[in-house]
């Protein structure tokens, strides 16, 4: 069974606010359900205008009756219990213009129609989830939301996890993958980083449930205590619909604390009426790393013996040698769906068996996951959705990065140890970690959640959503006694003993969203709506380690026997509580304007914190319905503008001064100084305008999508020093800070060619983020390593000492080196230098280019590229190479070199500029081609639809970047971007097969 | 030790507000609310509710609940536990700066200890504490923080009353003052100047001018509530500083009334990282230091000398280059550690009178390891091997880095020497400069 005993325990007893509860319920049950009249029903199908292929998935609505039913797979719909006379049925698709067509209903009769929709580049009639119930339509809300097709995507690009899907498809939203190792997943950073501190990651929501969104957890492999497998990337691609973005403050003050990153919605996939129709896609290929003798390159020795300069590619000499350190994983996966149903209730259900492997033996994973979603809609003032999701997945995980491990043996390999056994590697050739060492993690998880629409009345409609996310991880790390020999050598007396580690981490997200509506229209022209609403969050982490040394025999595995053993556990808890209101006014459905104001309490506030108040305005103008507009390539044009708030919380537990329990010398408990705390501790608040417009130009074919946006974070939380003579450790949380944060996003689609056998779609998106650190409190600066929050500048900068000037001596030192004195001063002596400003961390620009060619309707060709430039990283490895090692060919040839560079090369750490290089790359992201067998192909083996795709990821990176990947980090970093012995993004190769049934 | 610490569960039992800490009575900010009215049946049916952001701590004390005198035992136990994991990483962090120990690792944050660089006076020497247990370890919030928890046990105590406080008062504050003593030992030798209770800096004189005080606290509580355990170690820690401050007839008054044979150990465990021998784990088990060639198979007249065992091990540290060399003197993770001994008591004795009482006290302290005697007249060569007796009988004590300050014993490698693979030079200091985080944090300096 998934529940663990603590989940069993805890639920037993979480309802803490059942009167909540019974007055959402109350209101539910106040209003009657109203009676049927006379009806008839509506039958047709949504073809597309070119290719007259079935539209599947299209909304079909009733007009006025604010209720309808999406087309099934061969495009047909049918709306049953349709009042008698006149009505007006309207389609609507992502990428198609909207169509209405009016249809009589005869009492008991059946009326038929059919639509034929043209594509369009721009879309302003879909519905988007904004947090208010029922969705809400694109042309009323004034901000942007970026809705990204998953089921139009996986058709055609190579997507393997929910980071591929998001990837460049999301002006703005930059994905930062830091490492290749499967499993692992990317940093989300959306419109810059708005706070010093605190998470940067977006809050996410899988059919209106907040989820588990850790960047990276399990255990510490890489080092400098990080672990990386994702939380994201256990939501399987192939179940999700879309995925909407909402991108600031501005969009999501409705979400209120936490979500000052932004929201990414997942919805997941759902049953359309009709016969069952099963889907069955899979999935075969390959990961490697690309070029690996070429980039990791090579080291050198001065041989003392010989005084000649020896060169070492320990790549290459295990390649030759018949043990490449680096292999070809396999990657494969298995997906079967079905959905389908009746106009009462209709699922969609899906299992979905996923195995992929690494370039190291240890690193692989294997997931099994399955969905079931039901919708019942058991009359028109009723919609229930239901929804409920698996995911059990075993990671192991490689070793890479930090100190140790094969990566870090591997580049700071040395020729002095060729000729030994370690064949070059610095500590350990790879096989004696492989067959001592497979850290994994296992992991649990389930989601689900009920949600209730209820429209009592014509003018009324409320909804309850009540859903949980429940994570349960199981870390293990088991190391036996070694006793082979040949694999002792390379271990300590200790660690030839043995040791292990476990540990359980059990995260539960639970959430409770009430929302009401009343739409009322004052006149006929003027449409009032009024939300409301209340959402409350419980979020719990429980976690259980233990650990030990020593095995005292071979074969032994488990904790317990292990002849010194600890142990461990924690718990953390937050809550909040928020309630929203928000009128919107709209003007014959072309101008609307909006205003909204949510109150939030949250359990991480200082005790001395009241309420926060979040507000919002947006206006929205769809300016080419008004009778004026006579502008012949500009079809459909609308102008936008939102103003918000929203805010981050702080950490769990900041505000509390704390002693931490800990064991005395002697055995016995003890507690020591945790935190000072913070009392009047608030939360960040983020405040953002954005300004933008969406147009359809040239009969729709060419849509541009604008938005220019400028945030700031206020009482930004900054870990303020704390003086160690005061007993407390570390520092204390308080709201001094304040960041800004501008740009603009741009998202081209044209619709080049279209034509019955040819369809040329071309997409760009483009992206800048300007970032600026306001204030800092008292501080001239704060130092995080080698960056620097300092105002005026952007986000953790780079802040180093930097050389201007050096001579080489005769022996091959750099001499007379003088560096930057900071702005208009003359140079100085190194040690008297300030750190001077050498770039941002992140991008400033990020982009991609994609385009898709569709031949005889069966033929899909795609490409896209992304780039990400602006920015400056640290490389590490060369650091570690040249000034820890001394491996490099600065270090043998001096007199080859610029003084400059020897400068620091030849310096103890305190000079890196040489590593700080331009981090700005673009790479050959994703390349298919997918070929829809004709339908008396796929008939033969009993197939509606069948399709194969080849496709490749990962193919070429273009890019000055001297590290092995410009995209390599520590994911768990906040800030910090630094590539040291990183798994690079692997390039991978996939043949998917994709039939209907 | 008759202290009876509590456990964390009694704290909370202790506490009037108990495991819960309550965000506030959502009913006392219900005006609040009244502005969103229209969604006023949620709010009446929140009325009913106090306890919607309220959450558990159940691995946390709230400072709150330790200003209970109920909690006085604990509080003290929680000092001695602070000194104590203190003690090993002081042990270290001097072993390194000195010539004791010699790094093995890679982690340059380490470097600067054995380096003797500190040049900019930032790093994990300063912002470590007690539960950085892996390879990098700190020294000066460790050293604070054990002073500030025993300050401030010391300032509850003489505030609360004896009714209010579980057990003898004033053998709480006998130890509490003892242990607060001995952190300003550790302050005042290993840095160059301090700060306590985020207040001016201080020179060393000042701060054992401090723990002077401290100790006498300790010495005349201790004595009233015969408790003679904690007043001799006092008086070995005030003749320690009173040495120190250059008062040497004081410094031996206290050290002769020492008994032969005593004893205060620091305790460790392997209950925990943090509450295990630091010295141990670092050298014997991890292999992230080495003993220093200075202190590699020492000999008196050709005898091995067990009063300072070391063994190679073989092995090479994770520098790829430094061979390590275990200790012997604490050869299990629970092995104490001495904090006040007579045998320091009476090595202050031989190095203030010199002469044959000197010569005697070596070869008292020699007898309790059948070593050859020493013999001589030279009040020179006495006073040398005074200072070598003190390297060997104290070592890996934390006595060594002050000994090279106030004797000018030679550094070793010399200023200047080429830091062996990791690049830089060593340097000349031999106490760790205030901390910038003390410095930028703390405005009375």
């Known amino acids: 069974m998934f529940l663990t005993r603590r989940s069993r325990t805890r639920m037993s007893t979480k309802h803490r606010g059942p009167s909540v509860l019974l007055a959402v319920v109350g209101a539910f049950l106040l209003f009657p359900t109203a009676a049927h009249a006379q009806s008839g029903t509506v039958t047709g199908q949504v073809l597309g205008a070119q290719d007259e292929r079935p539209l599947t998935g299209a909304q079909v609505l009733l007009v006025g009756a604010d209720r309808g039913t999406i087309a099934g797979a061969d495009g047909s719909f049918t709306i049953q219990n349709v009042p008698a006379g006149e009505q007006q049925v309207q389609v609507r698709m992502i990428g198609y213009r909207t169509s209405t067509q009016a249809v009589t209903v005869a009492a008991g009769g059946e009326a038929r129609i059919e639509f034929r929709l043209s594509q369009s580049a721009i879309d302003l009639d879909g519905i988007v989830v904004t947090g208010t119930p029922g969705g809400t339509e694109r042309r009323a809300i004034g901000n942007v939301v970026t809705r990204i097709d998953a089921a139009e995507t996986l058709e055609v690009a190579p997507i393997t996890t929910m980071a591929d899907l998001l990837n460049a498809r999301a002006p703005g939203v930059v994905m930062q993958p830091g490492t290749g190792m499967i499993g692992s997943g990317p940093r989300v950073r959306i419109r810059g980083a708005a706070s010093f501190s605190l998470n940067d990651q977006p809050l996410i929501y899988i059919d209106g449930v907040r989820v588990n969104n850790d960047v990276a957890s399990g255990l510490s492999v890489q080092g400098f205590g990080s672990g990386v497998v994702s939380r994201m990337n256990d939501i399987n691609p192939n179940d999700i619909e879309s995925i909407e973005v909402i991108k600031g403050p501005a969009a999501a003050t409705l979400y209120g604390t936490e979500a000052s990153n932004g929201v990414i919605q997942i919805i997941t996939k759902r049953g359309v009426q009709g016969a069952p129709e099963f889907n069955a896609r899979i999935r075969q290929g390959a990961n490697w790393f690309q070029d690996p003798a070429g980039r990791v390159g090579e080291t050198y020795w001065r041989n003392p013996e010989t005084g000649q300069v020896e060169s070492l590619n320990i790549v290459q000499q295990e390649i030759d040698r018949g043990t490449p350190i680096f292999t070809t994983g396999h990657n494969q996966a298995y997906h079967l769906n079905v959905s389908g149903g009746a106009e009462m209730i209709r699922y969609y259900a899906s299992m979905d068996y996923e195995s992929n492997e690494g370039i190291e033996p240890t690193n692989y994973q294997d997931k099994l996951s399955g969905r079931l979603n039901l919708s019942v809609d058991p009359n028109d003032q009723w919609d229930i959705d239901l929804s409920f999701g698996l995911t059990n997945s075993s990671t192991g995980l490689t070793f890479e990065a930090g100190a140790g491990g094969i990566w870090f043996s591997t580049i700071f390999n040395t020729p002095a140890l060729r000729d030994t056994p370690n064949r070059g590697f610095l500590f350990t050739p790879p096989e004696a970690v492989w067959a001592v060492q497979a850290p994994k993690q296992d992991v649990r998880r389930a989601t689900s959640n009920v949600q209730v629409t209820h429209q009592p009345l014509g003018w009324f409609r409320q909804r309850l959503s009540v859903g949980m996310d429940l994570t349960a991880e199981q870390d293990e790390s088991i190391i036996e006694r070694i006793v082979d020999p040949e694999i002792a050598q390379f271990f300590s007396a200790s660690a030839q003993q043995g040791s292990g580690f476990v540990s359980t981490r059990d995260v539960d997200y639970r959430t409770f969203d009430y929302s009401g509506a009343v739409t009322l229209d004052p006149t006929p022209d003027i449409r009032s709506t009024t939300t409301f609403g209340a959402q409350y969050y419980r979020t719990f982490t429980e976690a259980v380690a233990a650990d030990g040394n020593g095995f005292p025999a071979p074969g032994l595995r488990t904790v317990d026997a292990l002849a010194q053993t600890f142990g461990g556990s924690v718990y953390f808890e937050e809550k909040s509580l928020g309630f929203f209101a928000q009128q919107q006014f709209g003007w014959k459905d072309r101008l609307f304007l909006t205003g909204a104001v949510r109150a939030d309490d949250h359990s991480s506030f200082g005790e001395d914190f009241e309420i926060i108040y979040y507000p919002k305005a947006s206006l929205s103008w769809v300016m080419s319905e008004e009778p004026f507009w006579n502008v012949g390539f500009m079809d459909n044009v609308r102008v936008r503008t939102a103003y918000g708030h929203t805010g981050q919380s702080p950490q769990t537990f900041a505000a509390l001064r704390t002693f931490q329990p800990v064991t005395g010398g002697d055995g016995s408990p003890a507690v020591t100084p945790q935190f000072l705390g913070n009392p009047e501790l608030a939360p960040e608040r983020g405040e953002e305008i954005e300004l933008g417009f969406e147009a359809g130009l040239l009969e729709d074919r060419l849509g541009v999508d604008f938005t220019w946006y400028h945030q700031s974070t206020t009482d930004a939380i900054l870990n303020r020093g704390v003086a160690p003579s005061g007993g407390f450790p570390g520092s204390q949380v308080v709201n001094l800070g304040a960041i800004q944060n501008s740009g603009y996003e741009l998202q081209l689609r044209g619709l080049a060619v279209q034509r019955s056998n040819v369809d040329w779609e071309l997409n760009f998106n483009l992206s800048s983020n300007e970032s600026e650190v306001l204030d800092i409190g008292d501080e001239d600066r704060i130092v995080i390593g080698s960056q620097a929050h300092v105002v005026g500048f952007p986000v953790a900068g780079w802040f180093r000492r930097k050389v201007v000037s050096a001579d080489l001596d005769s022996e091959g030192r750099a001499i007379n080196i003088m560096c930057d004195g900071g702005p208009g001063q003359a140079a100085v002596a190194c040690d008297d230098a300030p750190r001077v400003y050498q770039g941002r961390a992140s991008p400033k620009y990020e982009g991609s280019v994609s385009t898709t060619l569709t031949l005889f309707q069966n033929l899909r060709l795609y490409a896209l590229v992304d780039f990400k430039t602006g920015h400056v990283g640290f490389d590490n490895t060369t650091r570690a190479r040249c000034q820890i090692f001394l491996n490099c060919l600065e270090n043998m040839h001096p007199e080859d070199f610029d003084p400059v560079r020897l400068a620091d090369v030849q310096s103890p750490g305190t000079l890196v500029s040489f590593i700080l290089n331009d981090a700005s790359f673009a790479k050959f992201r994703e390349l298919s081609a997918s070929y829809t067998l004709p339908g008396e192909w796929s008939e033969r083996f009993g197939a509606s639809r069948a399709s194969i795709t080849l496709a490749g990821r990962n193919l070429h990176t273009w890019t000055n970047w001297t590290g092995i990947d410009p995209e390599s980090f520590f994911v768990t970093q906040l800030h910090t971007r630094l590539e040291q012995n990183n798994t690079p993004q692997l390039t991978q190769f996939v043949a998917t097969m994709n039939v209907s049934f | ?445």
Request: glycine residues 8%.
């Open chain 2, 1 to 445: 030790m008759s202290l009876h610490p509590m456990t964390v569960t009694d704290v909370y039992a202790n506490s009037e507000r108990g495991r819960k800490m309550n965000r506030g009575n959502i009913r006392d900010r219900l005006d609040s609310w009244g502005r969103a009215a229209v969604l006023l049946p949620l709010i009446v049916a929140l009325v009913g509710c106090d306890s919607f952001l309220e959450v558990e701590a159940p691995s946390q004390v709230i400072a709150e609940d330790l200003e209970n005198p109920a909690n006085a035992p604990l509080v003290v136990a929680s000092s001695i536990a602070d000194f104590e994991c203190a003690l090993g990483f002081y042990i270290l962090s001097s072993g390194l700066l000195g010539d004791q120990l010699i790094d093995t690792q890679l982690a340059a944050a380490t470097w600067d200890y054995d380096r003797r660089g500190f040049a900019n006076a930032r790093g994990a020497y300063a912002d470590n504490t007690c539960n950085s247990t892996g390879n990098i370890f700190g020294v000066y919030r460790p050293v604070s923080t054990a002073r500030w928890a025993a300050d401030n046990a010391l300032r509850n105590l003489q505030n609360w009353s004896d009714d209010e406080v579980p057990g003898d008062r004033s053998e709480l504050i006998a130890t509490a003052a003892a242990y607060s003593g001995y952190s300003h030992v550790l302050l005042g030798e290993g840095f160059c100047s301090a700060a306590v209770d985020v207040g001016p800096e201080l020179t060393p004189d000042q701060v054992f001018q401090r723990a002077e005080e401290r100790f006498t606290t300790a010495i005349e509580t201790g004595q009233a509530v015969g408790r003679s355990d904690l007043a001799n170690m006092a008086r070995v820690g005030r003749a320690r500083v009173r040495l120190n401050m250059g008062r040497a007839a004081d410094a031996v008054a206290d050290a002769r009334q020492v008994p032969e044979g005593f004893e205060k150990m620091a305790n460790y465990s392997t209950a925990s990282a943090r509450s295990g021998n630091h010295p141990y784990r670092w050298v014997n088990r991890f292999g992230w230091a080495s003993v220093g060639p200075l202190f590699q198979e020492l000999e008196v007249d050709g005898v091995p000398d067990p009063r300072v065992p070391v063994t190679n091990t073989g092995q090479t540290g994770a520098d790829a280059f430094t061979t390590v060399w275990s200790q012997g003197k604490y050869p299990t993770e629970g092995t104490p550690i001495p904090i006040a001994t007579w045998r320091e008591a009476q090595l202050i004795i031989a190095e203030v009178e010199g002469g044959q009482e000197a010569v005697g006290i070596i070869n008292a302290l020699r007898d309790r390891h059948d070593l050859p005697h020493f013999e001589s007249t030279d009040p020179e060569e006495i006073r040398a091997q005074v200072i070598e007796e003190r390297q060997r009988e104290l070592f890996l004590e934390g006595q060594h880095i002050y000994d090279i300050s106030r004797f000018d014993l030679p550094l070793n490698p010399a200023p200047g020497t080429p830091f062996p693979v990791k690049g830089g030079t060593y340097g000349s200091t031999t106490c760790l400069p205030l901390p910038e985080v003390e410095r930028e944090n703390n405005p009375n300096l």
